[in-house]
């Protein structure tokens, strides 16, 4: 890898999704990172990985998510969690917690990690191991949460939003709540390959899609904790027209959404980028088009020199009703999901129910 370009013509992300890994111990319908059982074959090595967390401190990240596949299938993980802690970047992971028992928790505690996001895809048993392929990950998995619980690490519950579980909502925030979770990441379920070829007909429709955000931001006055929705920046434009208060905590903080009052975080200055374990990088694991490699240029390079980046950037560039609506610039509805089904980063998010045009 180069010396990093100190010389930032843009304001680097907010946060990076480091998918350390694709190997996975289980077999997800949904997974964005097509992980399998076997390590990529070109994965960073372990010098190659610090070499990338050195650029990221140096550019001034402030949080670094450790994804995968399963970050805790790769050998050397603890060791690259612990040399990026030691860097003062603030580290979290990505885990479907089937392998986190007591050691494991109290190792990614003392490694400096910071938090953890425990996949969770249903109410019960039969709904969530369906959806990831291996039976009893369920309870392993609410096993992981108790047992980071136990050691004092936070977690929070990332659950995906799909037909077969619109029934289960409730039940799942009640058991994110009840395990202790300290925030419900709801993702909405996007058309990546992986989906296209196991779980198409496991899509939202666009009124599925609004009465979901709008059950949400509803429920959201009485919850405990804060519900955020990857793939859906429309969520934070329901929690404004309904002037959503929340009774447990300063409304303020649902300003801290990454979706609000500036839409889809993609490879938007103070937003969001992935790196995959080759070293491609993409600007969101939703929106996977190639921006580059870490081999072949710095992190800062690819982020500041991307012709993709910068189109991605100009919103004036939208197309359809997402190019005309008032809430442009705000939103910006999910470019992953618009390039997923229609091959262009541009066009209007065909999940989105807003069609307020700005006046001419």
């Given at each position: 890898m180069k010396e990093v370009n100190t010389k930032k013509s843009t304001p680097p992300p907010f946060l990076i999704s480091y998918a350390v890994t694709q190997k996975c111990n289980l077999k997800c319908k949904h997974c964005y990172s097509e992980a399998s059982e076997e390590q990529a074959p070109k994965e960073l090595s372990t010098e190659e990985a610090k070499l990338l967390i050195d650029d990221m401190a140096n550019w001034g990240i402030r949080l670094l998510i450790f994804d995968g596949g399963e970050p805790l299938c790769r050998d050397d993980f603890f060791e690259i969690a612990q040399y990026a802690s030691s860097k003062k970047l603030r580290v979290v992971i990505g885990s479907n917690a089937t392998l986190i028992d007591s050691e494991a928790a109290k190792r990614l505690k003392s490694a400096g990690i910071m938090g953890v996001q425990i996949s969770i895809d249903g109410a019960v048993a039969q709904t969530h191991d369906w959806f990831r392929g291996v039976p009893g990950a369920f309870d392993e998995a609410l096993e992981g949460a108790k047992a980071c619980k136990e050691a004092g690490l936070?977690?929070?519950?990332?659950?995906?939003?799909?037909?077969?579980?619109?029934?289960?909502?409730?039940?799942?925030?009640?058991?994110?709540?009840?395990?202790?979770?300290?925030?419900?990441?709801?993702?909405?379920?996007?058309?990546?390959?992986r989906v296209k070829r196991e779980i198409?007909?496991?899509?939202?429709?666009?009124?599925?899609?609004?009465?979901?955000?709008?059950?949400?931001?509803?429920?959201?006055?009485?919850?405990?904790?804060?519900?955020?929705?990857?793939?859906?920046?429309?969520?934070?434009?329901?929690?404004?027209?309904?002037?959503?208060?929340?009774?447990?905590?300063?409304?303020?903080?649902?300003?801290?959404?990454?979706?609000?009052?500036?839409?889809?975080?993609?490879?938007?200055?103070?937003?969001?980028?992935?790196?995959?374990?080759?070293?491609?990088?993409?600007?969101?694991?939703?929106?996977?088009?190639?921006?580059?490699n870490v081999r072949e240029e710095t992190i800062t390079q690819i982020w500041n020199n991307s012709p993709i980046l910068s189109e991605l950037r100009n919103r004036s560039l939208l197309e359809g009703k997402c190019g005309s609506c008032v809430y442009r610039d705000k939103c910006a509805g999910c470019r992953g999901r618009a390039y997923e089904e229609t091959n262009n980063i541009h066009a209007a998010d065909p999940g989105c129910w807003f069609n307020i045009e700005a006046p001419q």
């Open positions: 936070p977690f929070q519950f990332g659950m995906t939003i799909r037909r077969g579980t619109l029934d289960e909502l409730p039940d799942m925030l009640k058991l994110a709540i009840d395990s202790g979770a300290n925030a419900a990441e709801f993702f909405d379920l996007i058309q990546v390959p198409p007909n496991e899509l939202l429709t666009v009124d599925e899609r609004k009465r979901v955000m709008e059950w949400l931001a509803e429920t959201q006055t009485d919850t405990p904790i804060i519900i955020r929705t990857p793939g859906c920046p429309m969520y934070t434009l329901v929690l404004q027209e309904k002037n959503i208060q929340p009774k447990h905590f300063a409304a303020h903080l649902l300003k801290r959404i990454p979706y609000y009052g500036r839409g889809c975080a993609a490879g938007m200055p103070n937003g969001y980028l992935t790196i995959l374990p080759d070293g491609d990088v993409i600007p969101c694991m939703l929106l996977q088009t190639k921006l580059g």
